[in-house]
């Protein structure tokens, strides 16, 4: 990729970053309600904190103001897991503010010379497993709006998003060239940044994340692999109030959707609220595909929903491009079905527990590459060479 393509696809992020700060400005009490803004205000004290005591500045993060606060890891409340998240957010301003003079829209730069990372490590990584042609995935890794803009603002996104496409990348190379300790460390790194920012991310990208690692070892058997393996982690979902006393995980999702619900917002979404077991969330699967995978629908909210309706129809659109004109290779791609599967299940994840559409286009927003990704490669599908233990794009 030429230079002058790089600086071009980071300063379309930074715009939509400024884009991004701008839009959340426009709120009345913005300083306060809006994450982004308070995360900008709250650093500024944590600045003058850093300047003057830097060792106490990095030990707060330790401090757990709550009983029994770090055996919460699950809790939205009480938490010191839940706190950790805004807690680092608001640190790392402090830091930028050293670089930018207390600056928001200086901090944006910053920030996204960090992110810009993610979406190269991921292009880079497609470049060597997808087939697609260069331009294509530098639409798909670099111009998306949604990801772009949500990715793009100061809040966790961003970070998790970065952290998913390293994850990406070093474990591609890991399958086609072997596993060594840098590697390792960086995923590792990676998936507990994930969990730190947004633990239910998580329990999209982890299940699919090891299903994938299986399945490129055994190429042949990747349909078996997956299928399989969800079928395991939903037997394990549903059953581990009875595998582990404390941990009940569709209580803590049916919990997460109450406490949206209780939100409100200009854009809530009237549902029922999810029973906690199997009969609970079949019956609300509906509800949950309508919003995560429909919605916005066309006319609803303001004008600022418009691109994210479009790109919803157009992804539905690729959908059924690629259903009628599927292409069978030589072998099945593990990669297109970690895309799929990681796709599908944080749509699902968003959809049985985000009840404000706004939200919902936010929380999405790390799963759209990947989905037009799997997409785009079903129409265009590579041959590929396997053997045992790895599985790369033949030489044409």
Sequence with gaps: ???????????????????????????????????????????LNETKFLLKDPVGFFKDLLWDPYENGKGRIL????????????NIMIKFSGMLNLLSGGNY??????????????GMAIYRACLQITG?????????????????????????????????????????????IGWNATRILMILFSFFLIFILRNNVIFAL?????????????????????????????????????????????????????????????????????????????????AAVDMAFLRPYPGEGSFFYIPFTIESISIILLALVSIFKHRKSEATV????????????????????ITNTGAMIRYRSLAVPFLVLALLMQIRRPLWHTNSDQFTLKNR
């Design 132 to 176: 697609l042609p260069k331009n294509l995935l530098i639409v798909v890794c670099f111009l998306i709006p949604t990801t772009v803009f949500w990715t793009s603002g100061f809040h966790k996104e961003g970070l998790i998003f970065m952290a998913i496409g390293l994850i990406v990348f070093h474990t591609i190379n890991a399958i086609n």
């Design 206 to 286: 982890a299940p699919s994340w090891l299903l994938w690692l299986v399945s490129a070892r055994y190429p042949a058997k990747t349909r078996l692999v997956f299928y399989s393996g969800i079928l395991f982690f939903t037997l394990l979902f549903f059953g581990s109030k009875f595998i582990a006393p404390g941990i009940d995980l569709p209580a803590e999702m049916r919990q997460r959707q109450i406490e949206f619900m209780s939100l409100g917002g200009n854009s809530f979404v009237k549902t029922d609220t999810l029973r906690a077991d199997l009969p609970g969330f079949l019956k609300h699967l509906p």
């Design 1 to 43: 990729m030429v230079p002058y393509l790089i600086a071009g696809l980071f300063l379309y992020r930074v715009l939509f970053g400024c884009l991004y700060g701008w839009v959340h400005s426009l709120q009345p009490d913005y300083l306060t309600t809006m994450d982004t803004w308070k995360f900008h205000s709250d650093g």
């Design 334 to 353: 593990p990669f297109i079905f970690f895309c799929i599967c990681y796709a599908l299940l944080l749509y699902l994840l968003v959809g049985y527990t």
């Design 105 to 118: 829209y200086t901090n944006i730069i910053f920030y996204n010379f960090l992110v810009f990372f993610g």
């Design 75 to 86: 809790s939205t409340s009480n938490s010191y897991w839940n706190d950790l998240k805004h």
